[in-house]
C-alpha cells in the first residue's frame, strides 16, 4: 500500500522559512518523480513544484521560482520542499504526490498523502 505523509507546516510570518518534508512508503521512490502541491481554501488545488527520480531535474511553478527548493533523498525515501520569503498568498493545505510520469496537473496523480497547513501571516 502507497502511503505519502507530509509533516513540517505551521504558522510563519511575512518573509520567513518553512521545510516541508514527505516521507514515502510502499512503492520504489526512485522510480517516481515526486511532486508538491497546494490548495488554499476555497481554491482548486494547484501544482508548485516537481523532481525527477533522480533528483537532477526540477520544475517549479512561476510565483515560487526563487523562494521555494525541491530535494529529494531517495535512501530515506524523502522529498522535501524548502520554503524561503513566505507569502501571505503562500497559505494552503500543501501537498505531497508520487507518479511515473512528469505531471503537473493534480488530476493526474493518484496517490496523495494527508496534506500539512502553511499558514503565513501579515
Known amino acids: 500500500q502507497v502511503r505519502l505523509v507530509e509533516s513540517g507546516g505551521g504558522l510563519v510570518q511575512t518573509g520567513g522559512s518553512l521545510r516541508l518534508s514527505c516521507v514515502a512508503s510502499?512503492?520504489?521512490?526512485?522510480?517516481?518523480?515526486m511532486a508538491w502541491f497546494r490548495q488554499a481554501t476555497g481554491k482548486e488545488r494547484e501544482f508548485v513544484a516537481i523532481?525527477?527520480?533522480?533528483?537532477?531535474?526540477?520544475y517549479y511553478r512561476d510565483s515560487v521560482k526563487g523562494r521555494f527548493t525541491i530535494s529529494r533523498d531517495n535512501t530515506k525515501k524523502t522529498v522535501s520542499l524548502q520554503m524561503n520569503s513566505l507569502k501571505p498568498e503562500d497559505t494552503a493545505v500543501y501537498y505531497c504526490?508520487?507518479?511515473?510520469?512528469?505531471?503537473?496537473?493534480?488530476?493526474?496523480?493518484?496517490?496523495w498523502g494527508q496534506g500539512t497547513q502553511v499558514t503565513v501571516s501579515s
Open positions: 510502499g512503492l520504489t521512490i526512485n522510480s517516481y518523480y
Open positions: 504526490a508520487a507518479s511515473t510520469k512528469f505531471f503537473t496537473r493534480a488530476y493526474d496523480y493518484n496517490t
Open positions: 523532481i525527477n527520480a533522480s533528483g537532477g531535474v526540477t
